[in-house]
């Protein structure tokens, strides 16, 4: 079965920084789009960034594009979530999944991803 696991969340302060990880098992990784995703309590799940493992192309929620970094280590299976700067309203559950990837893939829509991990929380006090 197809694994992601996520982790790296945690309590910080405003205006720090945090970085996530998400390392996929029994995944054909090139072949994948990775895609992050948040949930803050009593809101619906949201796209923040996705990374295509094939060409390494990255695309971002307006929101948080000059704040957050999406990569990816094809060696180690694992794409990151760098978060600098971060704010109270970044608060969520964070999540990563991944679905086949294709040319100019560009997709935050939680619908399109086929395998989901677990969630880390991310905290940030004001």
């Known amino acids: 079965d197809v694994q992601l696991q996520a982790s790296g969340g945690g309590l910080v302060q405003a205006g720090r920084s945090l970085r996530l990880s998400c390392a996929a098992s029994?995944?054909?990784?090139?072949?994948?789009?990775i895609g992050w995703f948040r949930q803050a309590p009593g809101k619906g799940r949201e796209g923040v960034a996705c990374?295509?493992?094939?060409?390494?192309?990255?695309y971002y929620k307006n929101s948080v594009k000059d704040r957050f970094t999406i990569s990816s280590d094809n060696i180690k299976r694992t794409v990151y979530l760098q978060m600098n700067n971060l704010q109270p309203e970044d608060t969520a559950i964070y999540y990563c999944?991944?679905?086949?990837?294709?040319?100019?893939?560009?997709?935050?829509?939680?619908?399109?991803?086929?395998?989901w991990g677990q969630g880390t929380q991310v905290t940030v006090s004001s």
């Open positions: 990374i295509n493992n094939r060409d390494g192309s990255t």
């Open positions: 999944a991944a679905t086949p990837t294709y040319t100019d893939f560009e997709e935050l829509d939680a619908w399109i991803y086929r395998y």
């Open positions: 029994n995944l054909a990784f090139l072949d994948h789009a």
